[in-house]
């Protein structure tokens, strides 16, 4: 089974700040590859699929990068609304697997 | 607009099966693949399988002894079924129309 290993685990940072999320999984995926965020108490809420195609009404200081083994997300300048967990997804191969997650906290 | 709902019961006795539905409303299946993922307290999220309209299906070798997914086209439904549950199943259970659409998500707690 593939395994995708997010880091940080968590993250603090500031309004305004450009941040990166890091995915890498133990083989390699193509470019099967979706971001998610998920606040609490709610569902994940797709940000990005094919690694790097913006899903429809997601802001565009989004974006995702990558193909292989080693992939990002970038939020290129942090508003509040951002700040929640964010999670990757392989859907390559079976049995489709998630990241562990990465807390992005208010610094 | 397309949404997903959850349904079923919350509480599932160990040993039991837990058996949930997702309704869909503002779309057909066809085309779309549909999944059941799940979320521990605090913990990751797991996919637990997939089912296409066609009825076949695809499971997390790690529950597949143990899940069965369906679908009703007539009344616009999928199924979960997840026999012989434990503690360990507690979670909050979510169905998707992968991976733009999700259910708001159900928690159901295994205990006697």
């Known amino acids: 089974a593939i395994q995708m290993t997010q880091s940080p685990s968590s993250l603090s940072a500031s309004v305004g700040d450009r941040v990166t999320i890091t995915c890498r999984a133990t083989?390699?995926?193509?470019?099967?590859l979706g971001w998610f965020q998920q606040k609490p108490g709610k569902a994940p809420k797709l940000l990005i699929y094919?690694?790097?195609t913006l899903q429809s009404g997601v802001p565009s200081r989004f974006s995702g990068s990558g193909s292989g083994t080693d992939f990002t997300l970038t939020i290129s300048s942090l508003q509040p609304e951002d700040f929640a967990t964010y999670y990757c997804?392989?859907?390559?191969?079976?049995?489709?697997?998630f990241g562990q997650g990465t807390k992005l906290e208010i610094k | 607009q397309v949404q997903l709902q959850e349904s079923g019961p919350g509480l599932v006795k160990p040993s039991e099966t837990l058996s949930l539905t997702c309704a869909v409303s503002?779309?057909?299946?066809?085309?779309?693949?549909w999944s059941w993922i799940r979320q521990p307290a605090g913990k990751e999220l797991e996919w637990i399988g997939r089912i296409y309209v066609s009825g076949s299906t695809n499971y997390n070798p790690s529950l597949r002894s143990r899940v069965t997914m369906s679908l009703d086209t007539s009344k616009n439904q999928f199924s979960l079924k997840l026999n012989s549950v434990t503690a360990a199943d507690t979670a909050v259970y979510y169905c998707a129309r992968e991976w733009g659409y999700w259910g708001q998500g159900m928690l159901v707690t295994v205990s006697s």
């Open positions: 997804l392989q859907d390559y191969n079976y049995p489709f697997s």
């Open positions: 083989q390699g995926i193509r470019n099967d």
């Open positions: 503002g779309d057909s299946f066809g085309g779309y693949f």
């Open positions: 094919a690694a790097s």
